[in-house]
C-alpha cells in the first residue's frame, strides 16, 4: 500500500533515497502524481517550514529536506508533465533577484508544464534583464516567485524595467509572502496565492495577451 506519511517522514528526516523509493512504489500502485506531492511530499516540507520557524530545526535540516524533496519531484515531474497536450502559451518562471528559495518556484514550473505550457525555466536569483530577455524570447506571460520579505521590491523593479524597456508582457506573481494587496500596488497583472492556481491565472493572462 502507497505510504505517503512514509514519504513525509522521510522528507522531514532528509532521506533522500527513501522519499525516492517510496515516491517510485505510490506511482507504481497508480496514486496520482498530485496526490503524492500534495499529501507527501509538500505534506514533508509543510512541518520542516514549522520547524524552521520555531527554531527546532536549522539551515543543514531544511536544505537536506529540501534535497529530499528534489528527488521526489524529480520522478513526479514528467507524470505531471505528461497530461499537457499540446502548449496553452509560452510562460518564463524564475525567482527574483537575491532570492534562491526554488521549491516553489519548481512547483509552479511542475504545475504549468502538466497543464500543458512551454515554460522557460529561469531558475533562481534572475535580474530584471533576464525577464526582459524571456520576454523578448516570445514569453507571453512573465511569472516572478519570491519567498523573503527582502526580494519582494525586485518584483517591482522588474515591472518598471519591461515597461521602460518597451516591452508588452503579462506578469504574474506569487511565494509566501505574496499577496493580492501587493500585487495590485506594484502593477503585476496577476497573483496566485499556490502552484495550482497559478495554472489558472497564466492561462487567464495569456487568453487576455492574445
Ligand atoms: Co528560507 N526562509 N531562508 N531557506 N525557508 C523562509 C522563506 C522563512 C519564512 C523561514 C522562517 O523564518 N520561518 C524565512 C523568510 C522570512 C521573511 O522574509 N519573511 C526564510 C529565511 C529568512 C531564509 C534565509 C535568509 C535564512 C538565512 O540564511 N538566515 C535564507 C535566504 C536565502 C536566499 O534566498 N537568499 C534562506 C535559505 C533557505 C534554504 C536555502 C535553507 C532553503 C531553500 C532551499 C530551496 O528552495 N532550494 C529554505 C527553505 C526550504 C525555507 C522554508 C523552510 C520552506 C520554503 C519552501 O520551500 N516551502 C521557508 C519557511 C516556510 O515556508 N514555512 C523559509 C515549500 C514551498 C512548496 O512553498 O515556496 O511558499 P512556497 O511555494 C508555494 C506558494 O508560495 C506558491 O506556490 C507554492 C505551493 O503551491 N508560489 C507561487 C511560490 N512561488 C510562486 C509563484 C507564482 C505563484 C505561486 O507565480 C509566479
Known amino acids: 500500500m502507497a505510504d505517503l506519511q512514509g514519504i513525509a517522514d522521510g522528507l522531514i528526516k532528509g532521506q533522500a533515497q527513501v522519499v525516492s523509493d517510496l515516491v517510485k512504489k505510490a506511482v507504481d500502485e497508480g496514486v496520482g502524481p498530485e496526490e503524492i506531492l500534495t499529501d507527501g511530499l509538500i505534506a ?37 508533465a505528461e497530461a499537457g497536450v499540446e502548449p496553452l502559451g ?17 512547483l509552479v514550473v511542475m504545475m504549468l508544464k502538466g497543464s500543458g505550457f512551454n515554460v522557460d525555466d529561469l531558475g533562481v536569483d534572475c535580474d530584471a534583464q533576464k525577464f526582459i530577455d524571456a520576454a523578448k524570447g516570445g514569453a507571453q506571460v512573465i511569472a516572478m516567485s519570491a519567498l523573503l520579505t527582502t526580494t519582494m521590491p525586485a518584483m517591482k523593479h522588474v515591472i518598471d524595467n519591461l515597461q521602460s524597456a518597451g516591452v508588452s508582457v503579462k506578469t504574474m506573481i506569487g511565494g509566501a509572502p505574496i499577496t493580492q494587496g501587493y500585487a495590485d500596488e506594484i502593477r503585476a497583472d496577476g497573483y496566485a496565492p499556490d502552484a495550482a492556481s497559478a495554472v489558472d491565472t497564466a492561462k487567464e493572462l495569456v487568453a487576455a495577451a492574445c
Open 90 to 106: 509560452k510562460i518564463a518562471v524564475g525567482t527574483v533577484k537575491g532570492d534562491l528559495h526554488d521549491i516553489g518556484k519548481n
Open 44 to 80: 514533508g516540507m509543510n512541518i520542516i517550514g514549522a520547524r524552521f520557524k520555531k527554531n527546532e530545526v536549522y539551515v543543514p535540516e531544511v536544505l537536506i529536506a529540501a534535497r529530499a524533496m528534489h528527488a521526489g519531484m524529480g520522478i513526479l515531474e514528467p507524470l505531471l
